[in-house]
């Protein structure tokens, strides 16, 4: 009966390190922000809780119909929510799970999601901003609108972009490193 052996071949020893090498270096999955932490969790969870704010606090006043920028903050709001509670669910799952979200496929998915609904929100933001102080500075008619509504639906859609911003820069970073 033939029966192999198994051979035992030298290993070098490793070379040695300098000083500036042994400095841990840190993996892109471990920083909070990213899909599938709990940092990211908050992030998309602040995202959704200030785009839900913009989109009901402008879709209650009787006249936003009438604008477009603050019809466009409607829509964009909108998709930024559905984004975020999407994406927050599936953060929820992978951190009870214990699933790593940093397949490239993924983290290039949510790098693209990302960028588009935090320049759509930004621009939805800006552009009702611009409205809203012709409204009240230049022309002076917030007796007859309701410009506080505005203001605050402006400010969440702002703050919400401010909450989105990270979660697709840490996404593109991510990917940009692979």
Known sequence: ?????????????????????????????????????????????????????????????????????????????????????????????????GRCLQNSRVVSLFAVGDGVTSTLTFAAACASAGITVLISNDLGVCSQNHCLEFETATAMAFLSWFCALPSFLLNFWSLASR
């Open 1 to 97: 009966m033939s029966v192999s052996n198994a051979s035992v071949h030298p290993v070098d020893a490793p070379p040695l390190q300098t000083e500036a090498a042994n400095v841990p270096r840190v993996r892109m999955k471990d920083i909070q922000g990213m899909p599938g932490t709990i940092g990211g969790f908050f992030l998309r969870f602040a995202q959704f809780v200030f785009a839900v704010v913009s989109l009901c606090v402008m879709s209650t006043t009787g006249d936003f119909p009438s604008v477009a920028a603050f019809c466009y903050l409607v829509a964009a709001a909108g998709l930024q929510s559905l984004w975020s509670l999407s994406l927050g669910i599936l953060d929820v799952y992978a951190l009870l799970v």
